[in-house]
């Protein structure tokens, strides 16, 4: 767990806190949204950035 909330505070660095996070997700909810991005990842740009990310949590999520 200490992994997941290492990537979430490395990637708000230097960037402004409009919103409270974390946002509280199911499982589910973010399997969803990281097979979303996977789907748009080639058409946009930040649609790769943010699944690289992303993704990157949910494996490290699994080894725990």
Do not use: H
Request: glycine residues 2%; charged residues 40%.
């Amino acid at each position: 767990m200490d992994e997941i909330n290492e990537a979430w505070s490395e990637s708000r660095i230097d960037k402004p806190k409009k919103y409270r996070m974390p946002i509280w997700l199911t499982d589910d909810d973010f399997d969803y949204i990281v097979t979303q991005l996977w789907k748009c990842r080639k058409s946009e740009p930040r649609c790769n950035d943010l699944y690289i990310r992303l993704n990157n949590i949910r494996e490290g999520a699994k080894q725990v």
